[in-house]
């Protein structure tokens, strides 16, 4: 009678056991910061058979986000069906990042998916070859002949006592106290300065893209009162996530992008793309402030 209750048993679970299957799949497998690809977990199993159920997915792995989630479908072969999950994942952060496999239960067993390697590569940068920076050489400085600093002196005190002189009994006039300036405000007259900014030389196009990023941060700081100076790059662009638009997120994200790889990887910028990127800081805040003001 065991036996038999046995066969009957087998019987039952091979059609789950042997037949169904579980692949996990990425649409590409190597990325460069900031771009995309899609990871798909696929079950394919007879029709009628019971269902296979994937544990919940988190939000992120290590140095891997997911920015959206496609939902669950179907698609019915003849007596087959598979049933897909979709998701489209990223990642700011060079290296090998792995997928974790996901827990599920087949024929009252405890399974995992095969887990799957992410290469996030640096970003290929187009245009003039690096070149390296001289170091900085010290000029040293003439030294002053002692009638220069005699003459010097003495107009210093002159200067100081016709000064003294001038106020003597006048009456001061109370310190007004100015009003601060919004951080809306303050951003919008950086960006216009910067706009006419010299741009001519490497170092000029550096110092550009370095105060284009300070302004955006500063902006920050101002609108969410947390510090982000000492935040990188990648941090930074996580912190942004949920606070803006999608299409903002990621035109953030290549902004800072160029002006890292302008300051440290020696990147020619050309000139329409440092006033595209300075445009897509201005339309970015114009976002969040209308955000805020909403609030």
């Not at 290296?95 to 998916?113: D, K, M």
């Not at 941090?235 to 299409?247: A, D, H, T």
Request: glycine residues 6%.
């Amino acid at each position: 009678m065991r036996y038999i209750l046995s066969v009957l048993t087998f019987i039952v679970i091979l059609p789950h056991w042997v037949i169904a299957q579980v692949r996990v799949t990425l649409s590409e497998s190597s990325i460069a910061p900031g771009e995309q690809t899609e990871l798909v977990y696929s079950v394919e199993q007879p029709v009628g058979s019971l269902p296979v159920r994937l544990s919940p997915l988190p939000d992120s792995f290590r140095f891997v986000e997911i920015v959206l989630r496609k939902g669950v479908d179907s698609v019915r072969t003849g007596d087959r069906v598979v049933v897909s999950e979709r998701y489209v994942l990223t990642s700011f952060d060079s290296g090998v990042h792995i997928i974790p496999s996901r827990r599920y239960e087949l024929a009252g067993r405890q399974r995992r998916t095969d887990s799957v390697r992410l290469r996030v590569v640096p970003v290929v940068l187009k245009g003039e070859e690096y070149r390296d920076i001289r170091d900085i050489m010290e000029v040293e400085k003439p030294g002053r002949p002692y009638g220069y600093w005699i003459f010097t002196g003495v107009m210093v005190l002159l200067s100081a006592g016709l000064t003294f002189w001038f106020f003597r009994g006048r009456p001061r006039k109370p310190a007004m106290d100015m009003p601060p300036v919004p951080a809306f405000a303050a951003a919008m007259k950086a960006l216009e300065q910067l706009h006419s900014q010299d741009r001519s030389t490497a170092r000029a196009m550096r110092q550009y893209y370095g105060r284009l990023y300070d302004i955006f941060r500063e902006y920050l700081k101002s609108v969410t009162g947390f510090s982000m100076l000492h935040l990188t790059t990648g941090e930074l662009i996580l912190r942004m996530k949920g606070s803006m638009s999608e299409p903002s997120f990621f035109s953030m994200a290549a902004v800072f992008r160029i002006a890292d790889a302008v300051k440290f990887a020696r990147y020619a910028s050309s000139e329409k793309e440092a006033m595209d990127c300075l445009e897509t800081v201005r339309n970015v805040i114009e976002e969040l402030e209308r955000k805020q003001s909403r609030r």
